[in-house]
């Protein structure tokens, strides 16, 4: 089974991540996050999946969420109109993503990467 992995070129933890999957022996299809963002109804399933609310998808530390006011419009933006701003301007979402099966996982950290993966497998 292969993973669909959503990524920046420069991004660091994109890359760290990218270096663990191809360590690990991890087969996956790169998607550019910026030119190539993940579709609503994809955006839609990675929470679920994931099981966090739609503001973790967000990159709190990203330059369009700073000068978007995201902060501040959250608080009043419903959850469908947050996704399709996700899917529009795929800066905005924190990444890397990482969709395989019934996994997604939001962010690099290898820890969560190693357990979560072992789990499938097991």
Known sequence: MSATFYAYPGCD??????????????????????????????????????????RRLFNTSGQLYRSGEYARRLATMDDDTARAELAA?????????????????????????AASLAAMRA
């Open 13 to 54: 933890s994109c890359r760290k991540a990218r270096r663990w999957l191809d360590e690990h022996g991890v087969a996956y299809s790169e998607r550019n996050i910026a030119t190539d963002p993940p579709s609503v109804a994809t955006l839609r399933e990675l929470q679920a999946r994931a099981g966090v609310p739609l």
């Open 89 to 113: 301007h795929g800066m905005l979402i924190r990444r890397p993503l990482l969709l395989l099966g019934e996994l997604a996982l939001i962010g690099f950290h290898a820890d969560e990467y």
